[in-house]
């Protein structure tokens, strides 16, 4: 299994990055107005919002390659937490496409959404 790039400061994101944790709850509302919930799934779904900016050409290619190597949001990825560290196993990119802006020498940028996978 592949992992998510690190840029060359030994870092997985840069500032400002988000960090979502959300649960699947359901509502069942019945006709004499009583409500049952249930959770649709057993742990929350993580996902992150990973915004990079004055990247290298070679950090730029790096990314580049894995999103290619993923075929966009068809693979899937160890993905480490950048706020407490965590390795999440199985995680893949939300889209398909990759914006990649190249402003000058050593200036690339992009963003992507990396969502963990139910297993």
Avoid: H
């Avoid at 944790?21 to 742990?43: H, V, W």
């Avoid at 915004?51 to 899937?76: C, H, I, P, W, Y």
């Amino acid at each position: 299994m592949t992992s998510f790039p690190i840029l060359k400061t030994a870092a997985v994101a840069q500032y400002p990055a988000s960090r979502l944790t959300a649960f699947r709850n359901q509502t069942l509302r019945f006709i004499d107005g009583t409500e049952q919930r249930y959770r649709g799934s057993a742990s929350p779904l993580r996902r992150w919002k990973i915004t990079l900016k004055q990247l290298d050409e070679g950090e730029v290619r790096a990314m580049e390659k894995f999103f290619a190597s993923n075929s966009g949001r068809f693979g899937s990825f160890a993905f480490t937490d950048p706020w407490d560290g965590t390795v999440y196993p199985t995680c893949s990119l939300e889209s398909d496409d990759l914006d990649v802006t190249i402003a000058a020498e050593m200036n690339g940028s992009l963003a992507l959404t990396i969502v963990e996978n139910r297993k």
